[in-house]
């Protein structure tokens, strides 16, 4: 399940150039008869489901190639802050949000991918809805984040190996210093922003696949990243055999890419 809409419809932050394609060749070559498809093109970094490479707001930390291939895949934790959030669009998750996730389902894992699922999806696409503001000025943003306290929690009492969340930044929209990223990414803990579909992960038990473009030097970069579910919530008697589960998580778990 991904966000499949329109090039125009992808969010991008506010400040950044949009994607865009353009038609090279489309039909017919003359010389040879053959049906031919051939486009370019350009877009930010940072849009649609996409990873903050540490060095996005750390100098010195990882760049997208330096991030190792297995730095967006591992064991997925869902923290579920979507009730505060109904009330609270400025709403920043707590250490208290996650040690409360810690006494129901355990620890957070060691080298574990941890999501906050605020529910700020159900916006996309509207960008208004969903950013808080249609324009360029970055003070108007409104949508929830981690707090930096949270943040300096998980560095200091945890090991996780990326962040992600279903909102636009790992900060809340009125930030002005952006603690959260600056936090995490000193310890070259990955960001992953524009989340879809964390309300089809469960707390506990499934893990993620995610595997950013390869940009030389990047401070981000689009991320496919899927969601394959426990063994245990399949049926057994019909998909019996690795594959078979392999691609059923596939086809019906894809968290992301927000298509553009």
């Excluded at 997208?64 to 297995?70: E, F, G, K, L, N």
Aim: proline fraction near 5%; glycine fraction near 8%.
């Amino acid at each position: 399940m991904t966000y499949d809409f329109a090039v125009n419809e992808t969010i991008y932050w506010p400040t950044a150039d949009p994607f865009n394609m353009t038609v090279v060749f489309k039909g017919i070559v003359p010389s040879s008869g053959v049906y031919l498809e051939v486009n370019n093109f350009c877009a930010a970094e940072h849009g649609g489901t996409h990873i903050d490479a540490p060095s996005h707001f750390y100098r010195g930390s990882w760049v997208v190639d330096h991030i190792p291939v297995d730095g967006v895949i591992g064991d997925a934790v869902v923290v579920d802050v979507t009730a505060k959030v109904s009330g609270d669009k400025d709403y920043q998750a707590t250490e208290l949000d996650l040690r409360v996730w810690e006494e129901k389902h355990g620890r957070i894992p060691d080298g574990s991918i941890l999501f906050l699922y605020t529910g700020w999806g159900r916006h996309w696409p509207n960008k208004e809805k969903y950013l808080g503001t249609t324009t360029k000025d970055t003070s108007l943003l409104r949508f929830p984040g981690l707090h930096p306290d949270a943040a300096k929690w998980l560095v200091e009492n945890r090991k996780i190996k990326a962040f992600g969340i279903d909102a636009a930044s790992l900060d809340y929209g009125q930030t002005k210093t952006y603690k959260t990223h600056t936090t995490l990414f000193e310890k070259n803990i990955v960001g992953i922003e524009n989340v879809a579909n964390l309300d089809q992960l469960p707390p506990t038990g499934a893990m993620v696949i995610g595997l950013p473009m390869k940009i030389r030097g990047g401070s981000g970069a689009p991320l496919r990243i899927i969601g394959l579910l426990p063994q245990a919530t399949r049926s057994a008697a019909i998909y019996n055999t690795a594959t078979e589960w392999l691609i059923l998580s596939i086809a019906l778990f894809i968290l992301a890419v927000i298509a553009v």
